[in-house]
């Protein structure tokens, strides 16, 4: 009676296990499609909602899709600005945004030359974090929220959302970008790009690194590493440090059309330069930029624009110093570098 029973199920059992052969077939195959269009994992690839795109936004186009990028609402803002700062934060930053807002981003009554100061945030992972960053949104209305994870990897994505939005949205006539653990001199800033600042057009300032750090990290364990894939050459073009850089309205164009053709990387400022140098926009130095906090003295505050690594209690102090900088001959004096010994 077995080898009766057996007889029996011997088609179905066979057609099964051709079917089950087809399908494994068919999922080796997508597998391997896959990895062509996605390939390791140190790759850099934008993820929305901790998923990869679909595949048609990468393959032939290799640049960025800003579609995925842009959210419905975002900040008020008064077009035709002299100066707007977009700051990127991490989201569960509160603290530090909260000491930007009561110090170099705090306006005393209508600026001779208008500028407005917005935080770039991308989606946080947790519940309670992306709850308060909505909150913090409807009170201070200075926060961009993008579709995007809110990453260090994803910081490219941040920056080409918000000078996106900038562009088309408030026009401003120069775009700073710099961090939240960094002092910006409003008190100085937009009164020298609106008085004394001599390149209008194709303009992108900053702290430029030097040869020997511009080379490309292939080390998969850095936070700034780059796959070959992502990044052919060895050594980055000329470009401003991430701390803050200028970009004219008309330069910020140029770097975002470029960046619908050139495929971004996870390391922000460089992928900028890369940028830049397609768009034919030539990287200028700048000492009013500085990547160090080395206790400035208030007589340096006539000068600097940016400077980096400051706590949030410490930027309470390096306003009061902005403050008393202030004078009858304030502008002119930016426009001189510090006197020798001013800083210490």
Known sequence: MAPLCLWRWRRPLCAGLLLLSLLLGCLLLLAADVRKQWPAAGSFHPLLWGQLPARAHLGARQGLDFTLLLTEAGPRCARGQVLLILVTSAAGNA???????????????????????????????????????????????????GSYQDTYRNLTLKVMHGLKWACEQCRPRYILKTDDDCFVNTDRLPAFLAELNTVSTGL????????????????????????????????????????????????????????????????????????????????RASARFTKHNVGWRVCNYRYLMVIHQLRPREQEAARRSMLQARGASAVRAASRPPAPGCRR
Do not use: M, N
């Open 95 to 145: 603290e530090a945004r909260r000491a930007i807002r009561r110090t170099w981003a705090a306006q005393e009554g209508r600026p001779a030359h208008p500028w407005q100061a917005v935080f770039l945030v991308g989606q946080a992972a947790e519940a309670a974090v992306a709850w308060a960053v909505q909150r913090e949104q409807q009170e201070f209305g200075d926060v961009l929220v």
């Open 204 to 283: 992108y300032v900053g702290s430029l690194f030097s040869r020997e750090k511009r080379r490309v990290i292939r080390e998969p364990s850095s936070k700034w590493y780059v796959s070959r894939q992502d990044y052919r050459p060895d050594e980055y073009p000329p470009y401003a440090s991430g701390i803050g850089y200028v970009l004219s309205l008309d330069a910020a164009e140029k770097i975002l059309e470029v960046a619908q053709r050139v495929r971004p990387i996870p390391v922000e400022d460089a992928y900028v330069g890369i940028l830049a140098e397609a768009a034919g926009v030539r990287a």
